[in-house]
């Protein structure tokens, strides 16, 4: 890292600090509830003669001090820079609240705004702290420690860390005050907002990156051509895509993908194949989905596991399109292979009574439990489409044909699209697909 650029990261690290400290107290201020883990700090200054900063580099200097009876001999001397950076942020705080101290909202819309301020800024500070990468801060170092030494997911127990902050500041409150204070409203609500805002900035601020040697000199090579054909088929649950793609893999002399991406992609990602089976292409909410990635927003060094997973589908999908020709069946391989210059958008749908069918003869589900099944199946996969492809699944205008199994049979829809695709090819041999 260059002498000019580690100073600008210090600089911007300690800028950040100093505005998450400035968010903190206007969470105070606003009387709905401060973050959660500035929760128990607050509350502790509240019935002691200690100030909230104090208290906030004590609770702080515990998590380092967890860190390193977890982490032992794996945690690294340059992890001890949290004690300093959490020793300035404590005197921030104080210094924010003392400044801002005649700081009263006159009701209750007032809190509000000030609450939702207070996100806002302290998300920006968080935004400048992660940017600059000089250090984490202890919570955050704390749930690293957890999920390497135990092996767990970063946003799950940042949620458990977070949540059990929240729980000790509601008993340490009723315990000694009698009442509740420093967890309200204004609590939920910074849990919600903070890392989705903190998303937000860092999709669309670039201006640092200049400054933090984070900008990269692309040498683009030039476009290699690709000959090959490739045939997606997306699907109702229950519709027969996989049998239909079968079929037409085999009437075109092509390779034929589905079940088989799963180990692919076990070994590419180092995933175990339990792990893709369960969690590709679906998304069971994007909403809940969203609120748990918005845990990642506060570190550099991972994503969510989901993430991870479609990026590495993504990489084995264009390789596999690239090597030879082929069907790929799922997993939004026709968003994936949108630059492809030669690929077939398929959508194999069936009426209700002919998927049920097949869910209960051919999947083997109990008939009470068969159309829930087909439910969840098709919502996970508009939801997953939604969310990583940004298209509405099973929407025409998505696709060069859309095909009823339950019209056709599986035989004559496979013979269909074969018919289609070859006149699709014969008609413009040379021109990139105009969906894509």
């Keep these: 890292m260059k002498t000019e650029s580690l100073i600008y990261r210090i600089l911007f690290f300690l800028l950040g600090m100093f505005i998450m400290s400035f968010g903190v107290a206007l969470s105070i201020r606003s009387n709905l509830g401060t973050t959660p883990i500035s929760a128990p700090p607050y509350v502790l200054s509240l019935f002691t003669s200690l100030s909230v900063g104090t208290y906030t580099i004590f609770v702080n200097v ?77 919570g955050e170092g704390l749930v690293m420690a957890l999920t390497k030494a135990y092996k767990l997911e970063f946003g799950k127990t940042k949620i ?25 409203e204004g609590t939920v609500a910074a849990a919600l907002l903070v890392g989705g805002i903190i998303r937000f900035y860092s999709a669309n601020i670039h201006t640092f990156d200049k400054l933090f040697g984070l900008e990269q000199n692309v040498n683009v090579s030039p476009q290699k051509k690709i000959d090959t054909q490739v045939i997606t088929i997306s699907r109702e649950y229950g519709s027969g895509g996989h049998e239909i793609g ?13 079940t088989n991406l799963i180990d692919l992609s076990a070994l590419e990602g180092g995933f175990t194949p339990e792990f893709v089976k369960e969690n590709e292409q679906k998304l069971k909410n994007n909403l809940l989905y969203s609120l748990y990635k918005n845990n990642y927003a506060y570190v550099n060094e ?10 590495v589908q993504s990489k084995v999908i264009r390789d596999i399109s690239e090597r030879s020709s082929c069907v790929i069946v799922g997993r939004s391989a026709d968003f994936i292979l949108k630059s492809h210059p030669h690929c077939f958008n398929v959508f194999v749908h069936a009426d209700k009574a002919f998927r049920l069918e097949r869910i209960i003869n051919n999947y083997g589900f109990d008939p009470a439990d068969a159309e829930a099944q087909m439910m969840q199946k098709d919502r996970e996969r508009i939801n997953f489409s939604k969310y990583y492809a ?30 289609a695709w070859r006149k699709a090819v014969a008609l413009a041999p040379e021109t990139e697909s105009n969906l894509n």
């Design 246 to 258: 079968e079929l037409v893999a085999k009437k075109l002399g092509f390779a034929f993908y589905d």
């Design 390 to 419: 940004h298209r509405a699944w099973g929407h025409p205008d998505n696709y060069h044909m859309t095909v009823d199994s339950s019209t056709f049979g599986i035989d004559i829809a496979a013979a269909l699209l074969v018919d």
């Design 160 to 184: 458990i860390l977070d949540s059990l902050l929240v729980i000790i500041s509601v008993i340490v409150s009723f315990v000694f005050l009698k009442n509740l204070q420093g967890v309200r």
């Design 302 to 311: 991972v994503m969510p596991p989901q993430d991870a997973l479609f990026l």
């Design 62 to 138: 515990l998590f380092v001090l967890l860190q390193i009876l977890i982490l032992r001999k794996d945690f690294k001397p340059l992890q001890l820079a949290q004690i300093p950076a959490v020793i300035l942020f404590g005197w921030f705080i104080d210094l924010s609240l003392a400044g801002i101290s005649g700081l009263t909202p006159p009701n209750y819309l007032a809190e509000w705004l000030i609450s939702i301020l207070s996100s806002a800024v302290l998300a920006f500070g968080v935004f400048l702290q992660v940017k600059s990468d000089i250090t984490l801060l202890p």
